[in-house]
């Protein structure tokens, strides 16, 4: 089988590929999906309830970059949704990331923006030289603030506590000196109105693009003449793990149909301190969807083999290193997106990078 | 490419065929799709208002094959429904098929079971040699129930009046001479619960099925090895239309969300002698769904591209002949389903014929 470009991955940097690549009609496009669906990680379907989810966990979308924005919505409408998370802290629901508001509830305060600056400072506990996550947060925000909101979380996200974790883990700790309770303070924040699964379908809706699924390309690899690969699948796969396999944090999902209208007060509620889950998501507060029920999804941050956040430390970074190097040298295949370039990626910068990838194909 | 089985059409035909060699763990099967998703005309989805509706127009699963209904039910659930179908006629709703209810709310009677069947009998209308629809709706029922419910809604479905209308088009009026209004009494009535992509979903979900969508299998056939293809497409198209195009009645679809609970009393209103449309479906009826908004569907038959309805009259199905012969003396390609087979089948039938096809092959 012939095509011009052999696509591997459905997520949404192959889509965006294949969208842009078939606007030049004599291009043949074959995608080749090993899931049984395309759109990545940003997949959604409806339960039983008939109660629109995301299938691997929640995506809001957000970005300051026009062009970005203008692209996707071409291919859907938007519902204009404001991201706003809570954490479960004390026994109370106080907005995160850390605001004026947070701060003011969890310690019954009524601090001026300007207070909560000296408060703040105040907080700090300095640390150095700076060797682990725990030191940044305890440099950043001080004892209290790093235990009740970020020691147990980023124990839960990694399996190992801030203390045993790179410094990159924990980069900073966001404040926000004002009321903004937003979780995101994009210029354009939204939810396609269909899903984003209606949204993926349309980016491909072009009789040049011919779409594979359920499929391995290791599978097909062989029967397929192609000009020009684009891999989107993990890097150390594309080349049979010879380096050793890179570490991927997973997620266990686990969802809960209520026979109730609401079942919490904000989208997302994290729980940092309680439980073994690290936050639950409500999905009807995240589409608009009006229903009777509501279906929440837990996420059990595990090892495994399903791979969702490539591990930010620097032993890792090395190891991908060694695949990038080889990467760079192939001449007719371009590794892009989370897993072909082992970095976790917000969807408008998968969707800008193919975009700028795609304009330096057509130079080229 | 080379695979042990290669399937063309992703509707339940060729999804069952799947499905059953696929337990065979060394069969090798590709389906490849024109479509963009599986499902053929059974195909569902929700909109942007998150009601699920039929694509292709209402689909009701009825069965009386305990086993067709077992073997389906290894995929899905089911939402036990019972459909029925009300006929505005004379400014009035009344339930079709045409029992004991209809005729003494048409006539405002009080009819008994025994007095609907003199009733009938005196409305029957002698016509001799039967040569038209018309002449075996006249024979069957009489002018008035004829011209009420039949007449106008034939003409709409196939263009063309029933006086012009081969006899094999309306071959029986089913009358019903008790209180029983649902539109079909067999044993098991049923929609898969979280929808029939769902349930297609599930029937290919093995790791020895590759699916291509998006694709119409004459662009890849050249590059694909098989050993026995399986074809569910139109079996004109299979020989490039050699002896001629053979005619199919298609059906435009006419979506409309309302702002309210219910639309209409019925999840189908049959509309014979009003409007240009023929029924209005409201999905929620059908599949259950809790909602504050409805989305409803004008079915407006029609020619066109998109094969629906194969005619069911003699000059075509001697044009099918033509083509059966040559497909009967192919070695390595079954025809099976709907557009394979030149007749407007059920869904329960195609999942049973698929299911002895398969039975003959593994004896083969």
């Known amino acids: 089988m012939k095509v011009n470009y052999l696509i591997v991955g459905a997520g949404l940097t192959g889509l965006t590929f294949a969208n842009l690549l078939a606007q030049n009609e004599n291009n043949k496009i074959l995608i080749i999906e090993k899931r049984h669906h395309i759109g990545g990680n940003a997949y959604d379907s409806y339960n039983a309830n008939h109660i629109l989810i995301h299938n691997y966990g929640p995506h809001i979308f957000h970005t300051n970059n026009q062009k970005i924005w203008d692209y996707l919505s071409q291919f859907t409408e938007w519902y204009d949704y404001q991201h706003r998370v809570l954490s479960f802290v004390d026994g109370q629901f106080i907005p995160m990331p850390i605001t004026l508001e947070t701060i003011n509830q969890l310690y019954n305060t009524n601090l001026s923006q300007f207070e909560m600056v000296d408060f703040i400072e105040s907080q700090k506990e300095r640390v150095a030289p700076i060797k682990s996550s725990e030191d940044v947060a305890l440099n950043n925000a001080g004892r209290d603030i790093y235990e009740k909101f970020f020691m147990n979380y980023t124990t839960k996200q990694w399996g190992v506590p801030p203390s045993e974790l790179d410094p990159a883990v924990i980069s900073r700790i966001p404040f926000r000196y004002n009321r903004d309770t937003r979780y995101f303070t994009d210029r354009y924040q939204g939810i396609p109105k269909a899903g984003y699964s209606k949204m993926c379908e349309q980016m491909i809706d072009r009789p040049n693009i011919k779409v594979m699924l ?151």
């Not at 080349?239 to 997620?251: E, I, P, T």
């Not at 929440?296 to 941050?301: G, N």
């Open 214 to 364: 359920n499929t391995d390309y290791k599978e097909v690899n062989d029967a397929i003449v192609y000009d020009k690969m684009i891999y989107t699948g993990p890097i150390d796969y594309y080349y049979d793990n010879q380096f050793g396999k890179l570490k991927y944090r997973s997620v266990r999902f686990e969802m809960e149909d209520h026979d109730c209208e609401s079942f919490q007060n904000a989208a997302v509620v994290n729980y940092p301190n309680d439980y073994d889950y690290t936050r639950i998501t409500e999905y009807k507060k995240i589409t608009g969807q009006q229903s009777r029920k509501t279906t929440i999804m837990k996420e059990f941050p595990c090892d495994g083999d399903d791979p969702f956040y490539p591990f930010p430390t620097k032993e890792w970074q090395e190891l991908y290193l060694l695949y990038k190097e080889k990467a760079d040298a192939e001449k007719n295949v371009i590794f892009a997106g989370r897993l072909a370039e082992y970095r976790y990626y917000n969807m408008d910068v998968v969707v800008d990078q193919a975009m700028r990838f795609f304009e330096k194909l057509s130079v080229d």
